[in-house]
């Protein structure tokens, strides 16, 4: 559709309507889609410098920035605004990045920046797929080179069925969550988390999404002969030919002997020699040159990996000699911390992550303040990547999107294995700390928290492994590598990450560096790893066969019950004074959710018990005809006022104090005597009336001597 300048396209995606739009709003950006998807919206835009710069890298950001006011929420907090970006945010930003990232031309350097503003949310309606559309269509419509579009959604499976973007009911029932992205003619990038399904059905599942995806590519192809502008002219980095002949004639021989050197750090030593020696002779040959000094760099690095890719793809020859489908040597122990809840240490080659699992209270749960309909989470999972992992002295910074997004991973493999809260009312976090780093961290610290969650006694439902496959692809040669390390990842086409049990997959992420792979490399890469994570699986077991009987002594041991829910007030109290006082006498830490179940959790068993018994005590109802032993609480004219259960008294009437004529109350009792009293009557008013009388009949004792003090 056309009104003026601006332009709209329209389709059905998955029964609600996708609308992109764009020529009303942002119109100083080099490219801006507005799209509504349902009833979320969401405006994308791209920025383009129109001169590249001086760098080795591509310098593209994307931004998923979230507003609260999309869901009709304002910020908490003293500040009331929008701060640093949440985890979840960090998260849609790498899902958009990953799969255009690659489609950008070879040698492009001009900066490229990409914000997706979330500006309205149906939760029915993912708001990261909406970005992902909006911003291949922002790029595509716009002057900035890129070889798409590319088409993103979600796939989920109900009852045996696909479904393609589920609704939030839908996603309660489904046992696949898999977002996939690619362009019509192959995939870019999978990411997905499952209840231990076989790798043929997730095969099944991202090849129904990619079909769904060449619809939403052919839409963007219509707006983008509505609306698209000529792409800029560009200067792409290309290497000066006479540098790159000079260069491989002095170098190559020596730095492919280097490569074939097995062992990390030597192969890493003698390769660093070779460059110094070779830019230090280039340095007097090219002297005041610095551009063609920058080359000699490049060419040493793409020597290197040209021969890397050719031993891989032709010679069928690895870096450290493994073969194709070997894994590195594993070892596996547990219990290496004794103070924390439980511990697992995984090694595999030079990669080594140590995971620790601390057990808290429900109320240790984290609050999230997002956009999203779940507002709290008991299960974390953290990823930290110290420098010392790769033998380097930089800096110590908070977590980077890397490892906010490693974590996640982790997290997703885990969470699928991780009891109910019904079956065990805890808190849980992991910490996985990379201690070795030589390729695939992310799923090394999936064994390690894996093993340390069994050291702490969770009951998971089945232990789960990590495996990374790799890609090496040279024009009709190809080779699938299982467990890839870290010169195979960092020049290679593929990271193929791959977590399950021995009955299935619990995560899957994919990215791709090329432009896309077919269903025979992802079938072949997905029974690759499978091989891989068996293997795993049985070094993982001999380690710790099955999750510890018995929580660690230090960890919270949590006592749960049910009280009537219009008990929660009198527990609680009036501005938290009983709940406080029972938490000051016990040392306990008390949770009440709204259904009534209280959780008390102490590392003192007795404390918990004795905190039991104070909650029992304040919700036990009186019962008519019930005897109770209370405490006289005052006395007055006409009676005594006894406690006969926490916070609850009843009248003991003058007349009802003994069996003989009393004159004064004092005579009988004293305020803190103890003495034991039946409920004779509740009125309407919810009074209680008590007789010590009737007591001392039915016992066939005398009028005053029947009194109990404190103490006694």
Not at 37 to 55: F, N, R
Not at 405 to 426: D, M, T
Request: hydrophobic share 40%; with cysteine.
């Amino acid at each position: 559709m056309e009104s003026g300048n601006v332009k709209q396209v329209k389709m059905d995606l998955a029964g609600r309507p996708l609308t992109l739009e764009t020529g009303r709003l942002a119109k100083q950006a080099n490219g801006a889609v507005f799209v509504r998807y349902g009833e979320t919206v969401v405006l994308s835009t791209v920025t383009a410098s129109t001169e590249p710069k001086d760098l080795d890298f591509f310098p593209l950001t994307v931004n998923y920035e979230e507003r609260l006011y999309s869901v009709g929420k304002i910020p908490g907090g003293f500040i009331k605004r929008e701060g640093r970006p949440s985890e979840k945010a960090i998260l849609a930003s790498r899902l958009t990045d990953r799969p255009i990232r690659p489609l950008f031309p070879e040698g492009f350097r001009n900066d490229v920046q990409i914000v997706s503003l979330v500006m309205s949310v149906d939760q029915d309606c993912s708001p990261e797929i909406a970005a992902m559309i909006g911003t291949s269509a922002a790029l595509a419509i716009s002057d900035v080179p890129f070889d798409g579009p590319i088409g993103g959604v979600i796939v989920g499976r109900v009852d045996g069925q696909f479904i393609i973007n589920p609704t939030v009911e839908q996603e309660d029932k489904s046992d696949i969550y898999l977002v996939v992205a690619g362009t019509k003619d192959a995939i870019m990038m999978v990411e997905a988390e499952a209840n231990e399904v076989p790798e043929e059905d997730m095969l099944e599942a991202i090849m129904f999404g990619h079909e769904e995806i060449k619809k939403i590519v052919a839409l963007q192809e219509e707006f983008v002969g509505l609306a698209g502008r000529e792409k800029m002219e560009v200067k792409l980095h290309q290497v000066d030919a006479e540098v790159n002949a000079a260069v491989r004639a002095y170098a190559s021989e020596r730095l492919i002997a280097a490569v074939k050197i097995q062992e990390k750090h030597e192969r890493s030593d003698a390769i660093s020699a070779i460059n110094e020696e070779t830019t230090a002779h280039f340095a007097d040959v090219y002297a005041g040159d610095a551009a063609k000094l920058k080359d000699v760099k490049e060419v040493l690095y793409d020597i290197v990996k040209e021969e890397v890719r050719r031993l891989i793809t032709v010679d069928k020859v690895r870096p450290d000699g493994r073969k194709i489908d070997e894994i590195r040597p594993i070892d596996c122990d547990v219990a290496i911390l004794p103070r924390t809840h439980g511990s697992g240490l995984f090694t595999r080659g030079q990669t080594q992550a140590l995971s620790v699992c601390t057990l808290g209270a429900l109320g240790d749960e984290q609050i999230l303040d997002g956009l999203d309909l779940e507002d709290r989470k008991r299960f974390m999972h953290h990823y930290n990547f110290p420098p010392f992992s790769v033998g380097e002295a930089r800096p110590l910074r908070p977590p980077g999107r890397r490892e906010i997004g490693h974590g996640a991973l982790g997290e997703r493999a885990l969470s699928k294995v991780i009891p109910s809260e019904e079956k065990f009312p805890y808190t849980i976090r992991l910490v996985s700390e990379c201690l070795e780093s030589n390729g695939s961290t992310s799923q090394a610290s999936i064994c390690a928290s894996t093993m340390a969650l069994m050291d702490a006694g969770v009951p998971i439902k089945a232990p789960v492994a990590g495996i990374a496959m790799g890609l090496i692809k040279n024009d009709e040669h190809y080779t699938v590598l299982t467990d890839i390390q870290g010169m195979e990842d960092h020049l290679g086409d593929m990271d193929f990450k791959v977590a399950g049990t021995a009955e299935g997959v619990t995560a899957i992420q994919m990215d791709i560096k090329i432009d896309g792979i077919n269903r025979s490399i992802l079938s072949e890469a997905l029974a690759q790893a499978k091989e891989g994570r068996m293997f795993i699986l049985n070094k993982m077991l001999a380690a710790i066969s099955e999750p510890r009987k018995q929580l660690s002594p230090y960890a919270p041991k949590i006592t749960v019950m049910q009280i009537n829910p219009d008990k929660i007030r009198d527990v609680i109290g009036a501005g938290g004074k009983v709940i406080n006082k029972i938490i000051e006498e016990t040392g306990v830490k008390i949770d009440i959710e709204q259904d009534g179940r209280v959780f008390i959790a102490s590392p003192n068993a007795e404390a918990n018990d004795k905190a039991k018994a104070i909650i029992e005590g304040i919700v036990k109802e009186v019962v008519v005809g019930e005897i109770y032993l209370g405490k006289v609480k005052r006395v007055e004219k006409f009676g005594a006022f006894v406690e006969i259960l926490p916070g609850k008294e009843g009248l003991v009437h003058i007349s009802q104090l003994s069996t003989e004529r009393v004159a004064k109350t004092e005579d009988v009792v004293a305020i803190g005597d103890s003495i034991t009293v039946k409920v004779t009557e509740i009125d309407q008013q919810g009074r209680v009336n008590l007789s010590r009388k009737a007591v001392l009949v039915a016992e066939g004792g005398a009028a005053s001597d029947g009194k109990t003090t404190v103490g006694q």
